[in-house]
């Protein structure tokens, strides 16, 4: 889903970039369309995912602890962001600062590649932790019940 999210980010940006002087002259709505379907695919992909992949790509002894440090950087970076692209907005313009916009999209999307698939497997299976598994004997099960109670 990230990549799909960051490919379509990548992808709308440029056209609002590209495309500004017209659609501000001549289609409002048109760029208004496509912002919002930015909106759309940023939390299809990438900010559904930010929840997901820190439990799973974590070992378990650390999960938690990692997760909110991931969770903080995310938040730093969110800070950083508004303060460099409102200054890149100021100097100069909307054209250059969602073309920049866009070249971090695909930043996101190459950064999407380093992060392990975990489709499949179990998180032990993931950790290499060891999994035990306990047979019950489900014949002796009465036995074992009136035994419990005695």
Do not use: Q
């Given at each position: 889903m990230s990549v799909q999210g960051f490919a379509m980010m990548t992808i709308l940006l440029i056209i609002i970039s590209a495309a500004w002087v017209p659609m501000q002259?001549?289609?409002?709505?048109?760029?208004?369309?496509?912002?919002?379907?930015?909106?759309?695919?940023?939390?299809?992909?990438?900010?559904?995912?930010?929840?997901?992949?820190?439990?799973?790509?974590?070992?378990?002894?650390?999960?938690?602890?990692?997760?909110?440090?991931?969770?903080?950087?995310?938040?730093?970076g969110a800070i950083l962001g508004v303060f460099a692209f409102g200054d890149l907005k100021n100097k100069q313009g909307f054209p250059i600062t969602f073309g920049m916009l866009s070249i971090f999209m695909f930043a996101g999307l190459l950064c999407t590649y380093f992060v392990p698939e975990t489709k499949g497997l179990t998180l032990e299976e993931l950790n290499g932790?060891?999994?035990?598994?306990?047979?019950i004997d489900l014949e002796n099960m009465d036995k074992v019940k009136a035994a419990e109670v005695a």
């Open positions: 002259a001549h289609a409002v709505w048109a760029m208004v369309i496509v912002y919002a379907l930015t909106f759309f695919f940023a939390n299809f992909g990438p900010n559904s995912t930010t929840f997901i992949i820190p439990g799973e790509a974590f070992p378990t002894r650390f999960r938690s602890t990692c997760h909110g440090l991931s969770a903080a950087a995310g938040k730093a932790d060891e999994v035990v598994v306990r047979e």
